[in-house]
Nanobody, 116 residues
Framework: QVQLVESGGGLVQPGGSLRLSCVAS????????MSWYRQAPGKERELVAT????????NYADSVKGRFTISRDNAKNTVYLQMNSLQPEDTAVYYC?????????WGQGTQVTVSS
């Protein structure tokens, strides 16, 4: 079955970095665009970044441009989110996401907390 499993979250000080990973299984990963979303307490889930199936096109939310980098390794069925210059407002649960055969699929999420 389709699975998306995120990892790499944790507690980091302001200005620090984290790299999130999302390992996919149960579908042909290289065929599908992948996205990262996040949801902060009391807020709606928001799109952070999207990468096309071949990695040729990437889009970011304005709030993370210049600080976050999305990438993928189709040989490893993995999408990454490198997060630099983290700020307290980046605190959220981060989810990877893709629309597989017309069905939106989500991972379980990984918590990122930015605090001194």
């Amino acid at each position: 079955q389709v699975q998306l499993v995120e990892s790499g979250g944790g507690l980091v000080q302001p200005g620090g970095s984290l790299r999130l990973s999302c390992v996919a299984s149960g579908f042909t990963f290289s065929y599908y665009d992948m996205s990262w979303y996040r949801q902060a307490p009391g807020k709606e889930r928001e799109l952070v970044a999207t990468i096309t199936s071949d990695g040729a096109n990437i889009n970011y939310a304005d709030s993370v441009k210049g600080r976050f980098t999305i990438s993928r390794d189709n040989a490893k069925n993995t999408v990454y989110l490198q997060m630099n210059s983290l700020q307290p407002e980046d605190t959220a649960v981060y989810y990877c996401n893709s629309k597989i055969n017309t069905v939106w699929r989500w991972g379980q999420g990984t918590q990122v907390t930015v605090s001194s």
